[in-house]
């Protein structure tokens, strides 16, 4: 099996199938920190995928001597407080009374 620096520099070098090795070998880690941050399940795992995708655009800049899944993490992090920035209701948790009319729950959250 071949390291993630070994992995890393053949992607550098346009081998980008390699990259799935590398998505393979921390999917379910980048997951993880992704309902952390998010709290939702479907949003966690469109930040992870989200975050792999921009780790492969950049991965030009990645230096291979440092280990790969904190520089994974910090992208995701940083992901989440653009999302967070850009849209602040997003990770509003929705909450809605058994007695309120969902029409007027609606109505409501499209005036906020």
């Known amino acids: 099996m071949m390291s993630d620096a ?18 393979e070998r921390y999917m379910k880690q980048a997951y993880s920190v992704a309902l952390y941050f998010t ?3 479907h949003l966690a795992w469109d930040v992870s995928q989200e975050a792999f995708f ?10 291979t001597s440092r280990p790969f899944f904190p520089y994974l993490y910090s ?19 929705i909450v809605v009374p ?6 007027e729950t609606l109505e409501r959250r499209e005036k906020k």
């Open 6 to 23: 070994e992995l890393l520099k053949e992607v550098k070098s346009g081998k980008i199938k390699k990259y799935g090795e590398i998505v």
């Open 39 to 41: 709290g939702d399940t």
């Open 54 to 63: 921009r780790v492969l655009k950049s991965i030009k800049k990645f230096d």
């Open 75 to 93: 992208v995701i992090k940083n992901l989440v407080a653009s999302m967070r920035r850009k849209k602040e209701n997003y990770f509003e948790d």
């Open 98 to 103: 058994v007695d309120d009319d969902p029409q």
